[in-house]
């Protein structure tokens, strides 16, 4: 049988992601600057006691970033949203690691893969009511467990400017 096209679009499931404050890098922080996200939790989440269900081991969940506004007016903008894991509270150089990441782009050449895919992903996402984006995480990278978990934007353009609330959900169901 040859494979062709699905004319019907598949649904990804959305999950039960509450907001906790405990595992939260920040609330509606405004950002137009490369940096971490930091108003809760001096932006950094400890998984030793954030998920008390796995213990300081290895850890999975959804990382959430609700993006209430972002700024694509002078279509150079790019953000680039970067999921760190640590095992130094301080993040020193050359202790860090990328768990996970996802950009958005006024265009899609600002794209970190700007081939897939062929376009920015939809703000707010095509079908939801909101602009919250979930994304699974974990911990464990290359047979190495990271306790201290921190959010980075990297960010470019003329006029770049996003609002954005980040935290990490752990044993939601989907719906």
Do not use: H, K
């Amino acid at each position: 049988m040859a494979l062709t096209v699905n004319l019907i679009p598949s649904q990804v499931p959305f999950y039960a992601t509450p907001f906790d404050a405990q595992t939260a890098f920040t609330a509606a922080q405004t950002l137009a600057a490369t940096g971490y996200l930091n108003n809760l939790n001096s932006g950094q989440v400890d998984l030793g006691g954030a998920n008390p269900s796995s213990g300081a081991g290895r850890t999975s969940g959804m990382w959430v970033l609700d993006i209430t506004a972002i700024d694509f007016a002078s279509v150079d903008e790019t953000y680039r949203f970067s999921l760190f894991g640590s095992n130094d509270v301080a993040f020193g150089n050359g202790n860090v690691e990328i768990l996970q990441t996802q950009d958005f782009a006024a265009v899609t050449a600002g794209r970190l893969v700007p081939t897939i895919g062929g376009a920015s992903l939809a703000m707010p996402p095509v079908g939801a009511a909101g602009t919250i984006c979930q994304f699974p995480f974990t911990n464990l990278r290359a047979r190495i467990v990271y306790r201290y978990l921190r959010c980075y934007v990297t960010i470019g353009g003329t006029s770049p400017s996003v609002t954005v609330t980040s935290w990490l959900s752990f044993g939601g169901t989907d719906f």
